[in-house]
């Protein structure tokens, strides 16, 4: 191979990596914590923390919701229902204030109180394919922009290391703190090859149509509703502005179970609701495939008479479902799940030994020629590494500290979570830079602290101590949660007393 390739590949792998590594770290960690997003919510949302309903849940009985749903002008009213991994009916409509968010107890038929967060599903969740910035599609421009610089650099990384195979199998954790750093980059960097490639292929895949909106708007002369009417069978109607009632729900899911031989039903969505032209999408749970095909059936509000049905996705498209599926496994796999969350833990690893590799390298010969590029990087690495995770685990402990219905400064309680989170961020990319002698090691005992934190937190709000979330079976999840935190701040804490010697701390002051 050309000398002057493989060292345009590594000018390459080297800024794509410093440039876009505290937003790939961000991106992937947000992904890791999102494969679990459902039990993140059940940690976050102590009401729904739920036993699996004995008895059918008569859709009837959200017939007051709908009502309400109606007399705000609401465009749709949506109705999640419960799955293996969440117990809780959610029900969402829109008013002129903004999303309306209702759990329901599918035991009792209860409402339950607000749990006053957007947790794993509408925070984490979101953040990792927009980062929760939504104007002008800024979010999913960025995380774009990333997904092609990682695919960039798996494609350069192997370019650029002749022997990163065979140093796979070499782990020096004896040697310099130099080359234990290259080890380890090297070992997540061939172990998560592949994943990391497609994961980030699939993403671009999953937003083609935001990425390449000429595709679709030329052939549909931009009428987007259209577009999905062909490309997903889901049919839009139009509102008439004329009242109309709305057909048993039951009577339709029984309809809807009849088409797929009894199956369990996913969602429950109803198109212009109190309109003469409302129509009620109902869609099949099928998690024995990976595709996101989610079957629908569509019948016609007023009347409950079938309009169609639709069983798997359309030729053109089944690829893009197929990858939609892969990326964000939503079938019924445990085993996988926890390797997708494995090699998402090791992307973050690679993307973080990537900045300490350039930082170790660089940092003698910055310092003779006075050069201040390893400070202002180091601060961006803190801040983009242990920075998150700090306010990842913050995000937790104000979940457990603010009391439902909490107000302050006009804000909500689930906004002053979300504020505490960017906020709890920002400061440690300051203190990165005020304490940058020691700051690794001051986040790091950070990290374990508030980790620890949560976990007593939940013990002491919720009584679900992890004898008690390891005994019965609908608190697994929380005790998976508290049993991460735990090896988390384990993890942080050996890391923060092998930052502390005295020779690294040294080595540190003198550079």
């Not at 172990?191 to 671009?204: A, T």
């Not at 309809?255 to 003469?276: H, K, M, T």
Request: aromatic share 14%; proline share 5%; charged share 15%.
């Amino acid at each position: 191979m050309e000398p002057g390739f493989r060292a345009s590949m590594n000018w390459l792998h080297t800024w794509a990596g410093v440039v876009l590594g505290g937003l790939l770290f961000a991106i992937f960690w947000m992904g890791t914590l999102a494969v679990f997003d459902r039990e993140v919510d059940r940690w976050m949302a102590p009401m729904i923390r739920l036993p699996a309903a004995e008895k059918p849940f008569s859709l009837e009985s959200l017939r007051p919701l709908y009502d309400a749903a109606v007399a705000a002008k609401a465009p749709f009213f949506s109705v999640g229902l419960p799955t293996d991994r969440d117990a809780a009916i959610r029900v969402l409509w829109r008013d002129p204030s903004g999303p309306v968010h209702r759990f329901i107890d599918p035991g009792t038929g209860a409402i339950l109180p607000d749990p006053g967060t957007l947790a794993g599903t509408r925070f984490i969740f979101p953040f990792h394919y927009m980062l929760n910035v939504r104007f002008l599609d800024v979010g999913y421009w960025l995380v774009g922009l990333a997904a092609m610089a990682m695919m960039a650099l798996c494609v350069s990384g192997v370019v650029i290391h002749r022997k990163i195979f065979a140093d796979f199998f070499t782990f020096r954790p004896d040697r310099k703190p130099r080359r234990l750093i290259l080890d380890l980059h090297n070992v997540t960097g061939v172990l998560g090859l592949p994943f990391h490639f497609l994961i980030s292929l699939s993403g671009l895949v999953i937003m083609w149509s935001i990425y390449f909106p000429s595709s679709w708007q030329f052939a549909y002369n931009g009428d987007r509703q259209a577009f999905f009417a062909d490309a997903y069978g889901i049919v839009v109607p139009k509102r008439t502005g004329r009242p109309g009632g709305l057909a048993s729900f039951d009577a339709m899911a029984a309809e809807a179970r009849g088409l797929w031989g009894g199956s369990a039903l996913r969602y429950v969505f109803v198109r212009n609701p109190g309109d003469a032209k409302s129509v009620v999408q109902i869609g099949r749970l099928d998690e024995g495939i990976v595709s996101s095909t989610y079957d629908s059936a569509y019948f016609d509000g007023p009347t409950g008479a079938l309009i169609s049905y639709r069983d798997g996705t359309p030729p053109v498209m089944s690829t893009q479902r197929f990858l939609s599926g892969l990326h964000f496994i939503q079938f019924r796999h445990w085993s996988l799940r926890w390797v997708y969350f494995g090699l998402g833990l090791a992307g973050c690893v690679l993307i973080a030994t990537g900045y300490l590799f350039w930082l170790e390298s660089r940092r003698k010969k910055h310092a003779q020629v006075g050069v201040k590029g390893v400070r202002i990087v180091e601060g961006l690495a803190v801040g983009s590494v242990t920075g998150m995770l700090i306010a990842t685990a913050a995000f937790f402990v104000v979940n457990r500290l603010l009391p439902l219905g909490a107000t302050a400064f006009g804000e909500n309680r689930e906004a002053l979570e979300v504020w505490t989170f960017y906020l709890v961020w920002l400061a440690t990319f300051a203190h990165a830079w005020a304490r940058q002698q020691r700051a690794w090691m001051e986040q790091c005992w950070t990290v374990a602290a508030v980790a620890c934190a949560a976990v007593l937190l939940n013990w002491i709000t919720t009584g679900d101590h992890l004898l008690r979330s390891l005994s019965y079976r609908h608190l697994w999840p929380i005790a998976g949660m508290d049993l991460l935190l735990l090896a988390g701040a384990a993890i942080a804490a050996v890391s923060a007393q092998r930052l502390s010697r005295p020779s690294r701390i040294a080595r540190v002051r003198h550079a």
